[in-house]
């Protein structure tokens, strides 16, 4: 995932939420802290804002990155 070439400010703000949630959580389940941290409130506004599945391949893949690698799975991040 590039982070300079997210062109939303939906998907840039993702982002910055999701760094500022995990900066000193390495390695810990922070799934609980995902939601105190407001990263679910980004993450509806990226949803509502940006369309992941763009025509352009390059855009496509790195929002689909984007949700990757924010989205919390069943054995943490």
């Known amino acids: 995932m590039d982070p300079d070439a997210l062109d939303e400010q939906a998907s840039r703000d993702l982002w910055a939420a999701y760094r500022r949630a995990t900066r000193n959580w390495a390695g810990r389940d922070v799934t609980p802290y995902w939601v105190l941290a407001g990263l679910d409130r980004s993450h509806h506004a990226f949803f509502e804002a ?24 069943p054995t943490g991040w």
């Open 50 to 73: 940006v369309l992941v599945m763009a025509e352009d391949e390059a855009v496509r893949r790195n929002r689909l990155a984007l949700v990757y690698a924010v989205a919390p799975s």
